[in-house]
Structures are given as structure tokens and as C-alpha cells.
């Protein structure tokens, strides 16, 4: 019986068939800045810009192998997996239906559909994705097709390993490699090739602080379900990892499990955005966001990070940005209180910084008042202008709140 290692091995061979192998790129930027040798397993620039196209492959040339007569192949997916699962029904030539939530931007849905051609139909069905998801299974077993999980399947799992048949062919075992995780796909994929081919590679595993299901699913001895998700880290942020991929995760080190902060993120897109021109999706920055965490441990070591997503909807920078600066502390939101007399307005103004900016302004006059609220964004070049600037406030007697950091607040006013 061949062994895990084996079968990813044949799975990758065949593959070549599909995409080359993706880059793996040694980042001088990053490699400098960490002192150590930073490299960049790019499945961003995967053919649908990411690593599902893999599991997606592998599971579906494994049933067609099986079942030469299954040719309807269905899937639930707002994202990454929708993109995969469709490229590969094109190359295969067999139907596919992907269904995705009636929310899903048009971006999305219209890359999935050019990926697919006139092999794929989309259907919006569902608010959520759980309401998606349900019709989608229910479809796909009424009309006896296969339906193509994300990253709780064998088969998918073991398509997703061959990211690491890549790296060890080209430049043999590193000495650490960080793995994004959400469903778990990718990184018990990865884990059991490296377990038995390389056990002596250090394995990190990051996930977003909104989403750590790995966290949750280590400490409990089982997978658990999330309360709630932050949903910013779309490609990772899930509620339940899954059960398959956990079988070979178990035995991860609390100590091994990172998490990213939502924000912080932000801050890693826009860097490697402007200083490297790359182009990562929240989920494909996690490799590298969480160098900074580990900065003591990988000094003077070869580290490759996964970038494992690069779809990224430009029309969410303003928000990424926004959220970089607040992270940054050169951003924040207060709550003004202004006396309502004339010159007060100019006297607050006397009191900002040169490198201090105004990027919001909000007040309305109220009647019969002595005072009124002000809500204010305001930009500046580093963060200790702020504790300039508050000291001023409260030495002249204005009262303010700094709500940055009151997520429901922020949310509702910014």
C-alpha cells in the first residue's frame, strides 16, 4: 500500500498537466529585515491565484479515475474553492455547479465564471454561507452528482500537500515553514508529507485572532465550534476546522498556533503591496504577518512562508488602509466635546500638530446647548503625535474620547 508521501508525489506529477510548479522566491526585503533567509512559496500566482486549485484537481481526477461515468461535480464556495473547482471542470470537461451566497461580489463571481467557461453554472442561492452550503449538499446528492468539499476530504488534503513536494525538490528541507490555516486543508496536507519526508522541519501554524479554530480545536482535543468569526480573513476566518485535517493536527504544540491579528494584516498587505508590488488576499498574508512574532526564532534560519492567496478585491483597499493606520497608531477617531461659542473651534484647531491632519470632521450645532459633539478622524505621521496631542486637549480643558479601538463604536460611526 503506498504511503501518504508517495500519493501526493503522483498526485503533484499529475498535476504538471494542469499548472507548473508555482514559484518559490527568496525575498531579499523580508530575509534583511528578519535576518534570515525568507522564502516565498507564491500559490498566489497559481493559475487562479491560489492553492485550491490543487485539492480540487486531485480530488476530482480520483473520482473521474473511479467513476469514469460521474460527470457532475458541486461545490459551495464564495471564493478560492469556487475558482478551482472550476478551472479543473474545464480541464476535465465535465460539469460542474457552484453554488455560491446571493451576497457574493460580482468580482468574485465573474472570475469564477471566465475560470469555468461554458462548463460550470452558477447558482446564488442563501444570505449566508451555512444556507448555501445546505442547498448546495441537497442539490448535489438529489441529482447524484459529487460534491467537492473545501478541505474536509482525503482526497483534497492530499492535493494540497504537493505545496510542499514543491518546496523540498527545489530547495531540499528549509528549517521552518509557516502554514496559514482556516479549514485545515493546506496545512494537515502539508504536515503529514513533511512528517514523513522531512520530520526535522519546524512547523508554525497561523490563523486569524477572529477565526482560530486550530486554537480552539488543540486545546479542546477536538474540533469545536466557534461562538463567532470575524469574517475580514475571508480565505481562513472559519468557524470549525475540519474534522480530517485535524486527525493530523492533534498533536500540534499549543506553543506552534499563531494568531494574527485582523489589523495587523491590514499592515503586511499594504507592505508587501507597496514595497514588494505583491499582491496578497488577507488569508495569503498570514505567513508572512506572523514573521514578526517569531522574529527570535528564525534568525539566521531558511523559513518559507506560504503565501497562499492573492485574490484580492482592490475595492477593499481603502478599508485595509484604514485599518493598517489604526493598527499603525497613526489614525485615530475621537469624540469631541466642544464648547458652542465662537473661537472654539479655532482654539481646538491652535492645538494640532504640523504633521497632524484632519481626514474627518462631524458636528452639528444643537440649540439650548452649552456643548456639542465633534467626531473626529485625524492623521499624522507617527504615533507619538497623539500623546502630544491629548496632552495638549487636556491641558486646555477639552474632554475627548479616543473610541479607535471600541470595535462597536468604531464600526458604527466609521
Not at 110 to 127: A, C, H, M, P, V
Not at 184 to 204: I, K
Request: charged fraction near 25%; aromatic fraction near 8%.
Amino acid at each position: 500500500m503506498s504511503t501518504f508521501a508517495e500519493k501526493v508525489r503522483a498526485a503533484t506529477a499529475e498535476m504538471r498537466a494542469l499548472f507548473p510548479p508555482t514559484p518559490l522566491q527568496r525575498n531579499d526585503h523580508l530575509s534583511e529585515r528578519f535576518g534570515a533567509g525568507i522564502f516565498l512559496k507564491r500559490e498566489d500566482l497559481s493559475p487562479v491565484r491560489s492553492y485550491k486549485l490543487r485539492g480540487a484537481f486531485n480530488a476530482m481526477r480520483k473520482v473521474i479515475a473511479r467513476d469514469p461515468a460521474q460527470g457532475l461535480f458541486v461545490c459551495a464556495s464564495a471564493g478560492n474553492h469556487a475558482q478551482g473547482v472550476a478551472f479543473v471542470c474545464r480541464h476535465f470537461g465535465v460539469r460542474g455547479v457552484v453554488f455560491m451566497p446571493v451576497t457574493t461580489p460580482q468580482q468574485k463571481i465573474q472570475k469564477t465564471r471566465t475560470f469555468g467557461g461554458d462548463n460550470i453554472e452558477i447558482r446564488l442561492t442563501g444570505d449566508y454561507f451555512d444556507d448555501t452550503l445546505a442547498e448546495a449538499q441537497q442539490w448535489c446528492a438529489a441529482q447524484g452528482g459529487h460534491f467537492l468539499a473545501p478541505f474536509d476530504d482525503a482526497d483534497v488534503i492530499e492535493g494540497q500537500a504537493s505545496v510542499m513536494v514543491e518546496v523540498l525538490d527545489e530547495i531540499g528541507a528549509p528549517d521552518m515553514v509557516i502554514l496559514p490555516v482556516g479549514g485545515g486543508g493546506l496545512s494537515a496536507g502539508a504536515t503529514r508529507y513533511l512528517d514523513e519526508t522531512a520530520p526535522l522541519v519546524g512547523l508554525r501554524y497561523v490563523e486569524p485572532a477572529g477565526g482560530a479554530s486550530l486554537t480552539a480545536a488543540v486545546a479542546a482535543g477536538r474540533p469545536e465550534t466557534l461562538p463567532k468569526v470575524n469574517s475580514f480573513v475571508d480565505g481562513a476566518a472559519v468557524a470549525r476546522i475540519g474534522d480530517r485535517p485535524f486527525e493530523a493536527l492533534s498533536r500540534v504544540a499549543p506553543a506552534d498556533v499563531l494568531r494574527a491579528p485582523e489589523d495587523r494584516i491590514c499592515t503586511t498587505i499594504i507592505e508587501m503591496l507597496n514595497v514588494e508590488g505583491i499582491v496578497l488576499e488577507p488569508a495569503g498574508a498570514l505567513s508572512v504577518d506572523v514573521l514578526s512574532d517569531l522574529a527570535n526564532q528564525i534568525r539566521g534560519r531558511r523559513v518559507v512562508c506560504v503565501t497562499s492567496g492573492g485574490n484580492f478585491d482592490f475595492e477593499r483597499l481603502p478599508e485595509v488602509k484604514e485599518r493598517a493606520q489604526r493598527y499603525s497608531g497613526v489614525k485615530k477617531y475621537i469624540l469631541l466635546r466642544l464648547p458652542q461659542r465662537p473661537g472654539a473651534l479655532r482654539d481646538f484647531l491652535d492645538l494640532l500638530g504640523p504633521d497632524d491632519d484632519i481626514a474627518r470632521f462631524e458636528y452639528m450645532k444643537k440649540s439650548a446647548r452649552n456643548f456639542g459633539s465633534v467626531l473626529l478622524g485625524i492623521e499624522t505621521s507617527a504615533p507619538a503625535n497623539f500623546t502630544i496631542l491629548f496632552a495638549r486637549l487636556e491641558a486646555q480643558g477639552f474632554a475627548y474620547t479616543d473610541i479607535t479601538s471600541d470595535e462597536m463604536l468604531a464600526e458604527f460611526v466609521i
